[in-house]
């Protein structure tokens, strides 16, 4: 119950954020912004709202490839709801924290076992740092062809640091899990440093999480290097989950009558507005998902259809998703309820 109550707050606080984003992208120009919206072609919509589920379903099929090495009796039909949970308790938190938590639970209730989920996990974030680095990657190729995002110290600079910190952390991993001294020197000297400065209040604990980590990443690790052709296989899901999230900038494009940008522009400007958000850690990258999309397309489309544009992508690729999983968070708990009780009265 306590945690039904949860997701039914959890649900509130996502349409007050709603109504937030609502408010700043309609205070300026109200009347020609919803007209901008009323012309939206709904069939160009759907493509839109089916490119977004198709990524959702390449992350499912991926977690059942790997829970299935776990558990040969595991629900392909679970997991792939798991997969539609994950946005509604990744995106009400900030750096989507609860995500991971939420997905363990819910993975434990398909058949698998904690360490099992953990180890899920794991295999699943290296992936998909490898996977993110390979589309920015291209995204950036693109862009030095084409010229189509602005050239400025803001982007440049958000874009770099994106890609440092991303390559840093999975490069660090890797370094740290397999070279016994860099690990002692992080696990011990490292964490002390941190703690006399103050950055780490607990250093016991802070050594234990850390440790905690690098084991589980050590064993993901292992695992995706035991069947070399799943994991090229699982690479190729993950690119094609972040593609079709990024490429349904298209569909929603052509739903808003905006044909004058290209596929492949649309791809770079969408993928550079992914990269310029991911750093910062407001639930969902509220706030700098809106700015940093209309911020690429400034100069491009007229401001008003700017303003629409970025409220139905924005519906269509964050708060559908968190929506629905919300929703099968809900009903998932019901029907928990209703095998336990079924169980109890046999």
Request: proline share 1%; net charge positive.
């Amino acid at each position: 119950m306590m945690q039904k109550n949860k997701i039914k707050v959890y649900l509130v606080f996502v349409l007050i954020l709603f109504v937030g984003v609502l408010f700043f992208a309609l205070k300026d120009d109200l009347a020609e912004i919803i007209r901008n919206l009323l012309k939206v072609n709904i069939l160009w919509l759907i493509v839109g709202i089916g490119f977004v589920f198709l990524s959702k379903y390449f992350i499912g099929i991926t977690t059942y490839a790997l829970g299935v090495r776990e558990n040969k009796n595991i629900s392909k039909n679970k997991i792939i709801q798991v997969s539609l949970i994950y946005p509604f308790f990744a995106g009400i938190t900030p750096s989507s924290v609860g995500g991971e938590a939420f997905e363990v639970f819910y993975l434990k209730q398909s058949g698998l076992s904690y360490g099992g989920s953990s180890s899920i996990q794991m295999q699943k974030f290296i992936l998909y740092l490898l996977s993110l680095l390979v589309v920015n990657f291209v995204a950036v190729i693109l862009n030095l062809f084409t010229g189509i995002v602005v050239d400025s110290t803001f982007v440049g600079s958000t874009v770099t640091l994106n890609f440092i910190v991303n390559s840093v952390l999975l490069g660090g991993c890797f370094l740290i899990t397999y070279n016994r001294k860099v690990k002692d020197f992080i696990l011990h000297k490292g964490i002390d440093i941190l703690g006399k400065i103050r950055v780490l209040k607990d250093i016991d604990k802070s050594r234990e999480k850390i440790d905690e980590f690098l084991e589980k990443f050590d064993d993901g690790a292992t695992k995706l290097r035991q069947d070399k052709n799943l994991f090229w296989q699982l690479i190729i899901y993950n690119i094609l989950s972040l593609l079709f999230l990024i490429i349904a900038a298209w569909p929603i494009a052509r739903a808003m009558h905006i044909k004058d940008i290209s596929f492949i522009n649309l791809f770079i400007l969408a993928t550079y507005a992914k990269m310029m958000c991911l750093l910062v850690v407001t639930p969902g990258n509220s706030g700098a998902a809106e700015y940093c999309f209309i911020y690429l397309f400034t100069n491009l489309i007229n401001e008003n259809d700017i303003m629409a544009y970025m409220l139905i992508w924005r519906f269509v690729t964050y708060y559908i998703p968190l929506v629905v999983g919300g929703l099968i968070a809900l009903h998932w708990g019901r029907r928990r309820v209703y095998e336990k009780d079924n169980s109890t009265e046999s």
